[in-house]
């Protein structure tokens, strides 16, 4: 009887499998728990829109990880878990997109194991991935000492970072790579992407679909958000071929965005 192949089915998070960023959504039960102010509520906001449009690239990724440290020192990590587990199915189950819920059934009835990778922080993917059915999580996580963010990263899970962890996953449990599947977005995933045999993109941004058509990887639009208890309902819901297809992480990602945008606006109003 020959061997069987072990293989996984990575996930990118946000605007791959929810059709937002999972963090930025917590903007406002940030804000009335007092954990960020009405000025970065705001920008968290337009950050939204911004990293919806166009994704972020590695110097902004980079950016975004020295606003964290900052961003989150002092917090308490019992009331961030408690915000996120109040608001999770008002603020992020609706938007579960149908396809990608669909396309993870197909991969565990394939017999694959799935991994939810994220650059938000664990205490709000985790959650997100259980509600889905998935253990399997590698996400950003934070040092904590004495029950509070100390504003240090332990594990920044982006870019390359992602694809190292994936390859550890693969040692430890015997994945073939070139038997697995990863799902993304984000040109800063590319390395994750090159890391598994089946690379797939999923409501690309604009450099990760150049890309994509110059190596002939498969592009997937995904269309249709759906909350997720009608999802459990109504299985199944949209057939993905039919498609044809840290923590504080997003807010730090807000700030670098919103003043690299505000910084242009100035520049052409004095050039004006």
């Not at 609706?94 to 694959?112: C, D, K, Q, S, T």
Request: glycine letters at 6%; one cysteine or more.
């Amino acid at each position: 009887m020959p061997a069987v192949v072990r293989s996984a089915a990575f996930f990118d998070l946000d605007k791959t499998i929810i059709a937002k960023s999972s963090a930025l959504a917590f903007g406002r039960p940030f804000y009335k728990d007092g954990l960020i102010s009405r000025r970065e509520m705001v920008k968290a906001a337009y950050a939204q829109l911004v990293y919806r449009i166009g994704g972020a690239d590695d110097q902004q990724m980079a950016r975004i990880r020295d606003h964290l440290a900052n961003l989150c020192r002092g917090w308490r990590v019992d009331q961030v878990q408690q915000i996120v587990n109040e608001t999770l199915h008002e603020l992020i189950f609706p938007y579960i997109y149908a396809e990608a819920a669909a396309l993870i059934e197909e991969h565990r009835a394939a017999g694959r194991d799935v991994v939810v990778v994220s650059s938000s922080g664990e205490e709000m993917v985790r959650p997100i991935a259980e509600q889905l059915g998935i253990t399997d999580v590698i996400a950003t996580r934070m040092v904590v000492k004495d029950g509070r963010y100390t504003g240090e990263v332990a594990y920044y899970a982006a870019g390359p970072t992602k694809a190292e962890a994936a390859r550890e996953l693969a040692a430890q449990r015997g994945y073939d790579l070139s038997e697995c599947y990863a799902y993304s977005d984000s040109v800063s995933d590319i390395p994750l992407l090159e890391t598994v045999g089946h690379p797939t993109v999923v409501n690309p941004d604009r450099a990760l679909r150049r890309i994509a058509a110059e190596r002939g990887w498969p592009v997937l639009e995904f269309r249709h958000p759906i909350p997720l208890s009608r999802r459990l309902r109504e299985r199944p819901a949209v057939p993905v071929a039919a498609a044809a297809i840290g923590l504080g992480l997003a807010f730090a990602l807000g700030l670098a965005i919103y003043g690299r945008h505000r910084r242009a606006r100035t520049a052409r109003t004095v050039a004006a």
